[in-house]
């Protein structure tokens, strides 16, 4: 072998052991990177009207890794996808006469609403409704879709995730939350063994991420003791701040605060039947008098030590759901797309694991860096 053919070779060795290393190198550091997820807050809820096919559609597209459905229940027992059980402000059931005698008064969780109430529909009878806009003075543009679209069983949703990643091959995860559940069992509808009995019948939902959330204690409990541990499945205890206690809590006469399942115990004893904590995103970071974000608490290292993920919610496009430190002058409900980038991105340096936002695009924009 010639002189020149054994350089060519050594060197050509060596190039290759040079770019192994820096490919094992940029492999490691990118399993070593922390993974922010996603989850599009009752899908693009800031681009569309909440809980609608467009509006699941168009987080996907923007790169959600989760989509949201809060899940209510219907007078014949069928979980479908709406805020709350308070129909009034997402229907246009106001406008249908032939539903006038169905308007009632309820207090539901400690809130007080004159309206439409979810529980009273049978499923055809909700099926003939259709989706509005329920921030019309904030998001006008959105109302541009009212009435195209009708109220989605849950069902339907996972349908429609499992349509979506048997054409594209991408798997979408699916963020339910347990809406009302102490209110729904005192009036004879409970949501949780129709909600498992979902979960096991489709195949979908056998295997794609799912994280299933709730305000409540006691549901997310009893589904853990049946569920047990599974690969695809999380639960995620919402909190909310200070002396407020969840509705089961308050139902059973308890003294649970979710400032004290926000200690260093009440963690750990979350960590006992849940993987993840979903405070709102100012119990992470609390804003001062000005309006502008304050110290870090405690709160997300706490989680972490206690072996919790931490999801924040929820991130909103508009100048009045920001800080002041990253609001623009162009009015309350102008859209900021450069204020909400830097603001989540400012949460995503404490620590987060994860966060609701109602703009999918601007979270993974924040998220990229």
Known sequence: MSKDRREFLKNAVAGAALLYGA???STAFAADKRKVELFAHRGASALRPEHTLASYAKAIADGADYIEPDLVITKDGVLVARHEAFLSETT???SRPE???KHTKKTIDGRAQDGWFVEDFTLAELKTLRAIERLPKVRPQNTQFDGQFQVLTWDEIIDFAAAHAATTGQVIGLVPELKHSTYFKSIGLPLEDRFLKSIADHEYTRRCPLEIQSFEVANLKYVRSVLGKQKN?????LVE????RPADVVAAGGDLTFGKMCSKQGLRDMATYADVVAPPTRALIPLLADGKLGQTTTLIADAHEAGLLVHTWTFRPENRFLAADFRDGKGDDA???KGSIAEIQHYIAAGIDGFFSDDS???RKAIAG
Do not use: P, S, T, Y
Not at 241 to 244: E, F, P, S, T, V
């Open 23 to 25: 490919q094992m190198a």
């Open 92 to 94: 246009d059931v106001a």
């Open 99 to 101: 539903f006038a005698a």
């Open 233 to 237: 499945i999380r639960l995620m205890q």
């Open 241 to 244: 701040r200070g002396d407020i």
């Open 335 to 337: 859209r900021n797309e």
């Open 361 to 363: 695009a601007l979270g």
